[in-house]
């Protein structure tokens, strides 16, 4: 995923104006701002595969990594 930086700024004021309106639902404020000063938009697409799935594009299969570490969740 890739962000402009305008879609940046977007993102993060409408993070704060749902931690300031104390807005309830399925999109967590603190990720998305956590995710976007960081320069971790990945972090959105793994969190929220619906906003990849509405692209309309097929989503590649997911690394061997995370496949390993999700097996060794199970295993402990």
């Known amino acids: 995923m890739k962000l402009s930086d305008g879609e940046k700024l977007i993102l993060l004021m409408l993070s704060e104006v749902f931690e300031k309106l104390k807005v309830e639902g399925s999109i967590d404020p603190a990720l998305v701002k956590n995710a976007i000063?960081?320069?971790?938009?990945?972090?959105?697409?793994?969190?929220?595969?619906?906003?990849?799935?509405?692209?309309?594009?097929?989503?590649?299969?997911?690394s061997q990594v995370i496949d390993i570490l999700n097996m060794w969740t199970l295993i402990e």
């Open 37 to 62: 000063s960081h320069d971790h938009p990945w972090a959105l697409k793994w969190e929220y595969e619906r906003v990849s799935a509405l692209s309309g594009k097929n989503n590649p299969p997911r």
